[in-house]
């Protein structure tokens, strides 16, 4: 084969124009690619009208190669002609003696070439570095400075003739490599000619030399007014780096490793969440994740940015500097260089104190939040409640009115609430079970929504192979699944021992169960009743009124129960002077919040056979409420006058009761047929028909 071999010059421009892609160049429109060994310049993204920082050698002689690259980022790399089908006679060629020969002339020539473009660029470095230092000290009045709001710290220079800051860039070693220019309106510039590739401007080197114990970290960034930001938010203590763009923060961080070994490098990242919404590349981040990949440093610091109003203005930490002040700026900056100084022992401990700092709140009277939610006038929504009553007391019944009535709404308990709407109420039905819970239903005949009262027969559900256990993992997942679907406002358990197998002596097995139902009250929004049974008590104290101390089990129930609910007869003795059973008791043992006014009820039978329920909202055993209400009343209101409530001046009643004691008042006297009553719930007016003469 003829050495005048030619190579196909279409194939190669195209191998030429693929390869710098493929390092990050991108050009502005077609280039024509000359293979004449000498320098040639072209547009790429990023310039600025009339700015070529884009450049490439290359060589057709011997095999085809070259260099490309770009002034700006700094990238440069070699080019090597790929063939990949050759003929007999080319390959016989490229292997040939003469082909070997004209490959070493080749080379030689193209390392004269080489050669003469390197003393070019060290020509036109060493004027610019001789200019550079000809030029004055920048003012702080520079448009471009005011702008950003940062002083001409480091060795920055203005040239009067372009109108435009000169930012001197050195090497690892401090040797000068080239010039960036800034213009006034932001515009910015390589000098030609010269070499940027691991150049930066530094800030604060000195302060290395004292730097003995390698505490100081070297910071390195993109563009001079981030880091004059950074330097200055980090009171002027930090060594900092400006790289000039993100393509060169590689570069910077390996040279700097070199000659700094023992520093730990951390990276100044840009955030450009703005770019990544339009090409769908957030380069300031990718590039300083590559430097950290790389082992070159420790980690990145960058804007956290929160949301579109951020995203849209700012990119950098001299745009979050602007938009949020000094202040929050040189806290932010400060905590997140100091975490990533930490030894990786001090950095869990300060990470498991930022998490708990979190979770300290202040009692700040002007936070305003909800009042709290009683459902039925009773439960606590979002926290956990409990019935508690001896055996045989009826709390099952008392349980089953108070859900007939929360599933229809309106009237609870006969006026202990008059406006409640319909309330959904979930029932785990344990001792009795869903058929007992049937056949009371029938013998009381309450009007009841069933839609509102979903029941989980134990039995039913153990039969079926489903737990709903509160103790068993299985179970308690069940038991989440079934409040997620239901979507309840009311939880009972009835009873509440009939869904654990632990020792209700034992805190440490109670508390668990009793801490998930109240996690899942407040993350799921509704109310938990457990209904539960008091201890045996002896002769002697029966006598005595229940307490919470009466509550089966550890103390750990009543730490975490919001509020414990009694039930127990008026009287000690089995029956009151009439014969029957004594009123049932109810009123708060243990409360967070406001107790209730504690009210009795009897289970009776009416003239039809049914079992009914007989409420009594103010007893006078419990306190002379009603009595006091009443005399009051008669002596402020003729018969047959009509008022309401809002006319009562409740501070004149002696003992004074609160409007909630004197709404069930009035509800029980009408109801005893001492007060008219008239009109709905909002707008119910009484008048006095007569005297009651009350039991003192």
């Not at 003829?2 to 502005?28: R, T």
Request: charged share 30%.
């Amino acid at each position: 084969m003829s050495k005048d071999y030619v190579f196909d010059i279409g194939k190669l421009q195209n191998e030429v124009a693929d390869f710098i892609h493929s390092v990050g160049i991108e050009p502005i429109g077609e280039v024509d690619f000359i293979f004449d060994g000498s320098l040639h310049r072209f547009s790429v993204k990023g310039d600025k009208h009339g700015e070529e920082t884009g450049w490439y050698v290359l060589y057709s002689d011997g095999w085809p190669a070259g260099k490309v690259g770009n002034w700006r980022t700094g990238v440069s790399e070699k080019w090597k002609a790929d063939i990949e089908r050759l003929t007999d006679d080319e390959y016989n060629y490229f292997n040939s003696k003469e082909y070997q020969a004209e490959i070493k002339r080749s080379q030689k020539h193209r390392a004269e070439l080489e050669k003469e473009l390197e003393r070019k660029v060290a020509e036109k470095t060493e004027r610019s570095r001789i200019y550079f230092e000809s030029l004055p000290k920048c003012s702080t009045t520079f448009p471009y400075l005011m702008k950003k709001d940062i002083l001409p710290l480091g060795d920055l220079r203005y040239c009067d003739n372009r109108k435009a800051i000169a930012v001197p860039l050195y090497n690892a070693k401090g040797k000068f490599c080239s010039l960036q220019w800034i213009y006034e309106d932001g515009t910015k510039r390589f000098e030609y000619e010269t070499s940027t590739k691991g150049a930066f401007f530094p800030l604060g080197f000195k302060a290395l030399k004292d730097d003995k114990d390698n505490k100081l970290p070297i910071l390195i960034g993109e563009g001079v007014a981030t880091m004059i930001t950074v330097f200055t938010s980090l009171d002027c203590k930090f060594p900092c780096v400006a790289a000039m763009n993100c393509g060169n923060l590689k570069n910077v961080a390996e040279d700097i490793k070199k000659v700094w070994s023992s520093k730990k490098i951390i990276i100044i990242a840009d955030n450009d969440k703005r770019k990544e919404r339009k090409d769908g590349i957030n380069s300031g981040i990718v590039a300083a994740q590559e430097v950290v990949d790389k082992k070159l440093a420790v980690g990145f610091v960058a804007p956290e940015l929160v949301n579109d109003k951020e995203i849209e203005r700012i990119s950098d930490w001299n745009d979050y500097f602007v938009i949020h002040g000094e202040a929050d700026t040189k806290q932010v900056i400060q905590e997140k260089v100091d975490l990533l100084c930490m030894s990786k022992e001090e950095r869990e401990e300060y990470q498991e104190r930022h998490e708990l700092r979190k979770l300290i709140t202040l009692l700040d009277p002007s936070i305003q939040i909800e009042p709290q939610e009683f459902i039925g006038g009773m439960y606590p929504r979002r926290f956990v409640s409990a019935i508690v009553a001896p055996s045989g007391t009826g709390k099952t019944m008392y349980m089953q009115k108070n859900v007939s009535d929360l599933s229809m709404g309106g009237s609870i308990f006969d006026g202990f609430v008059e406006d409640e709407p319909p309330r959904k109420c979930l029932i785990f039905a344990g001792e009795a079970g869903y058929e007992m819970l049937l056949r009371r239903g029938a013998q009381t005949r309450w009007p009841i929504n069933p839609l509102n009262v979903p029941v989980i027969d134990q039995y039913k559900f153990e039969s079926a192979g489903k737990s709903v256990m509160l103790d068993t993992e299985e179970g308690w997942a069940n038991t989440r699944r079934i409040i997620d679907i239901t979507k309840p406002d009311v939880v009972f358990w009835d009873t509440f021992t009939s869904f654990h197998e632990k020792d209700e002596n034992k805190a440490t097995e109670m508390k668990p169960i009793i801490k998930n139902i109240t996690e899942s009250a407040r993350n799921n929004n509704y109310a938990a009743v457990l209904v539960h049974h008091s201890r045996k008590r002896s002769a002697k104290e029966r006598t005595l009124s229940l307490s919470q101390d009466d509550v089966i089990g550890s103390s750990v129930f009543n730490r975490l129960v919001a509020l414990i609910i009694g039930i127990e007869p008026l009287s000690s003795e089995g029956l009151d002077a009439t014969g029957e059973k004594p009123p049932l008791l109810v009123r708060p043992l243990k409360t967070w919040f406001s107790a209730f006014m504690p009210f009795t009820y009897k289970i009776a039978e009416d003239i039809n056979g049914r079992t009914v329920i007989q409420t009594d909202l103010a007893p006078a055993s419990v306190g002379n409420s009603k009595i006091a209400v009443y005399n009051y009343l008669r002596a402020n209101f003729k018969p047959d006058e009509w008022f309401s409530i809002s006319n009562i001046a409740v501070s004149e009643i002696n003992p004074v009761v609160t409007p909630r004691q004197l709404k069930r008042v009035l509800a029980d006297l009408a109801k005893n047929g001492k007060l008219h009553r008239r009109g709905e719930t909002r707008g119910v007016e009484y008048s006095v028909v007569g005297f009651y003469d009350l039991p003192h």
